[in-house]
């Protein structure tokens, strides 16, 4: 069955860094697309980063220029390398894949502090 397993999130100061890991199994990992999303208390999940198969990202307004999402497809996993961390970061951070439908894992928390 699918799994995703996000790990790295933490307390950090204002202007900070993180990066977020997150490994996979359960599908063939190199063939799909990886999502990183984070939902903020009382809001919506919302999309924070993207990369294809064949490398290709994509990035919300909010994360362009201080995140970076990559993936190794060897050890199946995704990262999220988060710079310059602001405190409206502050979230639950998902690893997400959609096939039929959506699969994510437990989350992990980030908290920046001002």
């Known amino acids: 069955q699918v799994r995703l397993v996000e790990s790295g999130g933490g307390l950090v100061q204002a202007g900070g860094s993180l990066r977020l890991s997150c490994a996979a199994s359960?599908?063939?990992?190199?063939?799909?697309?990886m999502y990183w999303y984070r939902q903020a208390p009382g809001k919506q999940r919302d999309l924070v980063a993207s990369?294809?198969?064949?490398?290709?990202?994509n990035y919300a307004d909010s994360a362009k220029g201080r995140f970076t999402i990559s993936r190794d497809n060897a050890k199946n996993t995704v990262y999220l390398q988060m710079n310059n961390l602001k405190p409206e970061d502050t979230a639950v951070y998902y690893c997400?894949?959609?096939?039929?439908?959506?699969?994510w894992g437990q989350g992990t928390q980030v908290t920046v502090s001002s």
């Open positions: 997400g894949y959609r096939a039929s439908r959506w699969y």
């Open positions: 359960g599908f063939i990992f190199s063939g799909n697309t």
């Open positions: 990369i294809t198969s064949g490398g290709n990202t």
